[in-house]
């Protein structure tokens, strides 16, 4: 797990450390600590890593400044040098320079205090820090997947706390769904949620937590301390690079449904079910284009949903929707999913004729057997509005089953 190295220098164990040169890159993760002591090893290191060397094998300032600019290039985390040696009693001026004008953290620690104390309690952090995270990970996991809640379970809630989350700070919980046509490898499925999950992991600092679930799709609990979680700008960046999976993946399509910001935990279910009904109400179409949308950009859907469990929300529904269903199972025919298509078409016959592979007349003919069960009329907009509203309803009830 990485952690920023501002908080790495607040290990009790880490008070030696002292910054002597870029103090803008403070907020670099750090992954894990490395031991270089030559130019010519960075390449072989993975990036975010805490370098620490004591300069024995450096034959000039030049290549001093070598190694610190390689491992600013490699987007290592940062230096801490052992100073006050028989061989470097000071840092080279450029080397501070260089660091102070790329922002490249260069810290230093006694030459007679053991490297081996530092790099054993950062590790330390580091493991322990990464064992807290899986096991929030874990509770988030059954929580999103119904086997457990967070109300009054005082377990699970003392796990969480581990994490620093908060009423202090604002969360925001997205799903992002991959799904496609049948003919797509489960290899290609797998790829994609992995370019996913890798892409939500670029953003660490406000990706608080990314649970995979059991159902294929990904969960991911925001946080930040503003007043704007996800912005337009990382929305579009999320949504160029979906479409650029979508597009190297044929067949493949990404939605991701976001919900509204919460500061209390306890809100944390609502919220991740309220995210999950943005993916299955949003029109197919609309999604295609946008990709992501917010709760509360629902709309009629949100009005809705706030008061789904309301009595005479269901008895409307069972008037103006219900009488079509039961004639569909006791005729074994395809009303109401006709119904569901000629609304998704924006009631416009020509688009239903394609979308469906009906002819125009056999369209029509649908329409007129619907207005006699029903008894309503298409060309009036009340009636049209009333049948809109119910498919809402009904939606938002097969929605609310699920989760339960």
Not at 9 to 17: D, V
Not at 73 to 84: A, K
Not at 213 to 226: E, L, Q, R
Request: hydrophobic share 40%; proline share 3%.
């Amino acid at each position: 797990m990485k952690k920023a190295l501002n908080e790495i220098l607040t290990i009790k164990e880490c008070a030696g450390m002292r910054l002597l040169a870029g103090q803008g890159g403070l907020g670099r993760l750090v992954e894990w600590i490395d031991l270089i002591e030559t130019p010519d090893r960075i390449p072989y290191s993975t990036p975010n890593q805490l370098i620490f060397m004591t300069g024995t094998q450096l034959k000039s300032e030049d290549e001093f400044l070598q190694l610190v600019k390689m491992a600013d290039e490699h987007q290592q985390s940062g230096v801490v040098f052992s100073i006050g040696g028989p061989y470097w009693q000071r840092t080279p001026a450029i080397v501070l320079e260089y660091c102070d004008a790329h922002d490249f953290p260069f810290l230093a620690i006694d030459w007679s205090e053991k490297i081996s104390k530092y790099t054993h309690a950062i590790g330390q952090y580091l493991l322990t820090s990464a064992e807290r995270r899986l096991s929030v990970s874990s509770i988030l996991g059954r929580v999103f997947s119904g086997e457990i809640s967070l109300h009054n379970n005082e377990e699970a809630m003392a796990v969480i706390s581990q994490m620093g989350i908060s009423d202090k700070k604002k969360y925001q919980v997205s799903v992002c769904r991959i799904s496609g046509d049948s003919n797509v490898p489960p290899r290609t499925f797998q790829t994609a949620r992995e370019q996913m999950i890798a892409r939500f992991r670029s953003v660490e600092k406000i990706a608080q937590l990314i649970v995979p679930m059991d159902d294929g799709s990904v969960s991911i609990m925001w946080k930040n301390n503003a007043s704007e979680l996800i912005n337009d700008s990382i929305l579009l960046e999320f949504r160029d690079f979906s479409k650029k999976i979508e597009e190297e993946h044929p067949g493949i399509r990404i939605k991701i449904g976001l919900s509204n910001p919460f500061t209390h935990i306890e809100n944390l279910e609502e919220e991740y079910r309220r995210a999950c009904m943005v993916l299955r109400l949003i029109n197919s179409e609309i999604q295609k284009e946008k990709m992501i949308y917010q709760y509360n950009q629902l709309g009629l859907f949100q009005m809705i949903a706030d008061c789904i469990d309301k009595d005479y929300i269901r008895e409307f529904q069972k008037e103006n929707y219900d009488t079509l269903r039961v004639y569909d199972e006791m005729n074994h025919t395809d009303f109401c999913s006709f119904l569901e298509i000629y609304f998704r078409c924006n009631c416009n016959v020509k688009k239903v004729s394609e979308t469906a592979y009906l002819h125009k007349n056999t369209v029509l003919y649908k329409l007129k057997k619907i207005e006699g069960i029903l008894h309503c009329d298409f060309d009036n907009i009340d009636d049209l509005v009333n049948l809109r509203l119910a498919l809402i309803i009904k939606d938002l009830a097969e929605d609310e089953r699920q989760q339960s």
